[in-house]
């Protein structure tokens, strides 16, 4: 990213920037006086090169792969060393070293009888093959021989990598999810033209899970938006199989809101110089906030049913500029709050001044 914040450059534009008046040649006053600076300021540059590289997990270094792959909870699997049964022909002290061949083993544990774990001194792979007589590093009384018979765990190398690069970055692409109600509803809400959900249990004589759908504009959601997240959650022509994010046996149905129309009818006294006319389109878009505000609050209320409060929608009316007074509001011809159940949702029909 600073590739071209190099010394020269610096003080190429630091000298230009004196003016024709000023000498800048080398070992003039200005020239000295700027080049600690530059210097220092090409050392910067290169840390912050560095800093801006060890960001993010595509051009990071080991090192900080390694940390940034541990707040995602993945570990970086280091070099292991062998382990191997050594068949001694009497009891060995844990502790002793054996060389066989190029290598040196601990006495860690006793299997039974003259067998003995022993730990290669050396990780990694390359000693995996290694067999023969064991030969005691320090002098034992009286050795009566052994030998490595066993290879038990295998020694293992530093984890390559770019592929540990490869599983960091992957890990993005993969959702840890447990299948309860939260986790649904981070999930499908995530998902594009979602605006909440309302994951349900299956009732007991139902093998369905049902989540029902509020659109991104949190009106009824479109049929292809219906669909695109019954795929994303548990595609239709595999039910229950946990094709997608559902588990395996979760048969989800996505079913969308149902919208209620709700049509306001009032008899509006209006200030001097207003009319219904010019009032009409702020009553209405007074009303449509109104039930936007209650299909916001759709998903929270879980399955409390939602309310068309009669008092809710003379406030709003009565907020509009040129309205004095209302009487005889009513919501779908009623005077009366409109309850909606938990699957439904209030949409504008309309509004009738009287």
Known sequence: MYDDRLFDTIMAEMMNSFGPDVRTDEGSLAYNACAKIAEKLEDVYGDMDLLSENMLPDTQDLEHLIRYASERGIAYSYATAPIVKGSFKQEIEIGELFDCGDYT???????????????????????????????????????????????????????????????????????????????????????????????????????????????????????????????????????????????????????????????????????????ADTTRPLIEEAVKNCLLELRKSWEANEKENTIVRLARIEAAILNVEGVVDITSTKINGADANLTLDFKTVPTFGGVELV
């Not at 002098?139 to 009566?144: A, E």
Request: with cysteine; net charge negative.
């Open 105 to 275: 083993y601990e006495v860690t544990e006793l299997i039974g009888g003259f067998d003995y774990k022993m730990r290669c001194q050396i990780e990694g792979t390359e000693a995996n093959a290694n067999v023969g007589e064991l030969t005691p590093v320090d002098y034992i009384d009286d050795y009566l021989g052994g030998e490595i018979t066993e290879l038990l765990v295998p020694g293992t190398d530093d984890e390559d990598e770019e592929k540990f690069r490869e599983k960091v970055i992957n890990s993005f692409q993969s959702v840890a999810f447990g299948g309860n109600k939260a986790d649904y509803r981070l999930f499908v809400d995530a998902l594009k033209g979602v605006g909440g959900c309302k994951p349900l249990r299956r009732a007991k004589d139902s093998a369905w899970i049902n989540i029902y759908l509020i659109g991104s504009d949190f009106g009824v959601p479109s049929a292809e938006v219906v669909n695109s997240v019954q795929s994303a959650v548990d595609p239709e022509e595999n039910h229950g199989e946990g094709d997608g994010i559902a588990p395996i046996c979760h048969s989800v149905k996505i079913i969308p809101v149902t919208g209620q129309e709700v049509m306001i009818s009032t008899k509006v006294t209006y200030d001097a110089g207003f009319s």
